[in-house]
């Protein structure tokens, strides 16, 4: 089992719609996690991070978390041809462990 | 511009040369790390640093890497004896210490460097 599993995609959605990104992980103990945006040939782009249970929005993007079901995942409302990317989420264990793991990210598509 | 630089952005090497990568972390954070991604793959760690200590080395850090932060500031990754396996995006990261920052981690343009 991956330490951090996301569905590949591609993911299409028609502009305005929203957009649904999931992601699970193995690690019980992680407390911090985060969703990155990547650009083809970028590097990553901090979008959101969420630390408790519940839902954290910022502007159209919302972040959901549920650590007992091992499961985060990021809305994006009124979707745009700009939000077309790929979408890695990433989990840092909080055992004095530093690193994030990443999945191998979502690619996502906005059909104008 | 105030955050992660990273040199040189691309390199093309022949195997079995060295080659040094530098990253300059925000200027106020104490932590960087260094990941290398692959086409298709999420960023892997490789090793990070508080201040000028590395606190911890990936398995995948194999004794022909080495990176260092002298006096804090800046990092070198080195490669020696490249070899095709190494071509991919290297990624420096950085964050800031500390309860409010929670280990948010903010990535420079990477080095591509790609291996003959």
């Known amino acids: 089992q991956k330490e951090v599993e996301q569905n590949s995609g591609p993911l299409s959605v028609p502009e305005g719609a929203i957009a649904s990104l999931n992601c699970t992980y193995s690690?019980?103990?992680?407390?911090?996690f985060f969703w990155y945006r990547q650009y083809s040939g970028k590097s990553p782009e901090l979008i959101m991070s969420?630390?408790?249970?519940g839902d954290k929005e910022d502007g159209r993007f919302t972040a959901q978390l549920n650590k007992a079901s091992q499961y985060v995942s990021l809305l994006i409302r009124d979707s745009q041809p700009s939000d077309s990317a790929t979408y890695l989420c990433?989990?840092?264990?909080?055992?004095?462990?530093?690193?994030?793991?990443f999945g191998t990210g979502t690619r996502l598509t906005i059909i104008p | 511009d105030t955050g992660v630089s990273q040199d040189p952005r691309h390199k093309i090497t022949k195997r079995g040369q060295n080659v040094t990568f530098r990253c300059d972390p925000i200027?106020?954070?104490?932590?960087l790390y260094w990941y290398r991604q692959t086409l298709g793959q999420g960023p892997e760690f490789l090793t990070y640093?508080?201040?000028?200590?590395?606190?911890?080395k990936s398995r995948l850090l194999s004794d022909r890497f080495s990176a260092e932060r002298p006096k804090g500031s800046f990092s070198t990754l080195e490669i020696q004896r490249t070899e095709q396996g190494d071509s991919a995006m290297y990624l420096c990261?950085?964050?800031?210490?500390?309860?409010?920052?929670?280990?948010?981690?903010?990535f420079g343009p990477g080095t591509r460097l790609t291996v003959l």
């Open positions: 990261a950085s964050s800031l210490v500390g309860d409010r920052a929670r280990n948010e981690q903010f």
């Open positions: 690690d019980r103990g992680s407390q911090s």
């Open positions: 969420i630390y408790s249970n």
């Open positions: 990433a989990v840092k264990s909080n055992f004095g462990n530093e690193k994030l793991t």
């Open positions: 200027s106020e954070h104490n932590r």
């Open positions: 640093f508080q201040n000028e200590a590395q606190l911890e």
